[in-house]
């Protein structure tokens, strides 16, 4: 895997959390599963940051260790590879509680790396 650069990484994870939360605002389940766009876009979303968060240097990810890494890292190939078998219910639940503690922990890492 090609080293990248660190901040671009960070700010495109920043902008499809940016661009889900926008989508996801006053949504529910029912309407994440019954509006094809919404959905699509969202997964597009989650596998954009799940790519970029396979070049983030695992000594920077230790330092978010709340984070499940592995998990963010491989949701993407879920997504891609067996769509027809992920649950509506599980996606939203990543957006719902899994997105905002990541979002804190890019906000972080974007702080460090803007010192040094």
Same mark, same amino acid.
């Given at each position: 895997? $090609?080293?990248?650069?660190?901040? #671009?990484?960070?700010? %495109? ?8 939360? $926008?989508?996801? +605002? ?20 989650? %596998?954009?940051?799940?790519?970029? $968060? ?6 920077? $990810?230790?330092?978010?260790? %709340? ?9 993407g190939?879920i ?6 078998k992920?649950?509506?219910?599980? +996606?939203?639940?990543? +957006?719902?509680?899994?997105? #905002? ?16």
């Open positions: 895997m $090609a080293v990248r650069r660190l901040e #671009p990484i960070l700010a %495109e994870i920043m902008e499809a959390l940016d661009g889900i939360a $926008a989508a996801a +605002v006053g949504k529910t389940l029912d309407d994440f599963n019954s509006d094809w766009l919404l959905r699509h876009g969202i997964e597009r979303g989650i %596998e954009i940051i799940s790519e970029a $968060a396979r070049h983030i240097p695992d000594d920077l $990810a230790a330092l978010a260790s %709340e984070i499940p890494w592995k998990q963010v890292r491989g949701i190939n997504l891609r590879h067996e769509y027809h992920t649950s509506g219910a599980i +996606v939203w639940a990543v +957006v719902t509680d899994s997105l #905002p503690p990541l979002r804190r922990a890019i906000e972080r890492m974007l702080e460090a790396s803007q010192r040094q």
